[in-house]
T-cell receptor, first 112, second 116 residues
């Protein structure tokens, strides 16, 4: 059974700082890994999807890496801004039923 | 291209009533997924459907919950005889068919169900 864990659970940083969010998964037989952000009371916005054959994906100030052998993914946010404040979720896509197994989330606060 | 649409956004039901949650996938998407987010808990998979077929319902509670995705119209998640423990945010996601097997999922804004 796939289990996904995210560390840290919460993070507070000053504006402009570079930061790394961590995600680990127990079953390395994943199809892909997807990173989302969730704003309070809102839905999920897809940020990046890394296929199992890829090592990383980049979008603007975001860079996500994937190491299947060690069961880890990281989301790097460069030059953080207050608008980046949200909960960040990683989700592993395990084969068969196409379902996503979500991590517990990292609640990020970027302060002025 | 409109995103995934869910309605209603907020739903209040008394214990014992039925709740019907609707989801219209993105245009061109043939796969629909339902997830539930209980208060202070993470998102949990409930069911995966394609048109007129339930592919994986391993996350659905055995009783009172059902889902469908008819040939025409939105996907429906139906909860009969709701109890307070059903209070949660219910999210729908959709994905297109993918030869590469990526099945990137796009989420709707969710329906927040409150059972009084």
């Amino acid at each position: 059974k796939q289990e996904v864990t995210q560390i840290p659970a919460a993070l507070s940083v000053p504006e402009g700082e570079n930061l790394v969010l961590n995600c680990s998964f127990t079953d390395s037989a994943i199809y892909n890994l997807q990173w989302f952000r969730q704003d309070p009371g809102k839905g999920l916005t897809s940020l990046l999807l890394i296929q199992s054959s890829q090592r990383e994906q980049t979008s603007g100030r975001l860079n996500a890496s994937l190491d299947k052998s060690s069961g880890r993914s990281t989301l790097y946010i460069a030059a953080s801004q207050p608008g980046d404040s949200a909960t960040y979720l990683c989700a592993a896509h395990t084969g068969g039923g196409n379902k996503l197994t979500f991590g517990t989330g990292t609640q990020l606060k970027v302060e002025l | 291209n409109a995103g995934v649409m869910q309605n209603p956004r907020h739903l209040v039901r008394r214990r014992g009533q039925e709740a019907r949650l609707r989801c219209s996938p993105m245009k061109g998407h043939s796969h629909v997924y339902w997830y539930r987010q209980l208060p202070e808990e993470g998102l949990k998979f409930m069911v995966y459907l394609q048109k007129e077929n339930i592919i994986d319902e391993s996350g659905m509670p055995k009783e009172r919950f059902s889902a469908e995705f008819p040939k025409e119209g939105p996907s429906i998640l139906r909860i009969q005889q709701v109890v307070r423990g059903d209070s949660a945010a219910y999210f729908c996601a959709s994905s297109p068919f993918s030869l590469a097997g990526t099945y990137e999922q796009y989420f709707g804004p969710g329906t927040r169900l409150t059972v009084t």
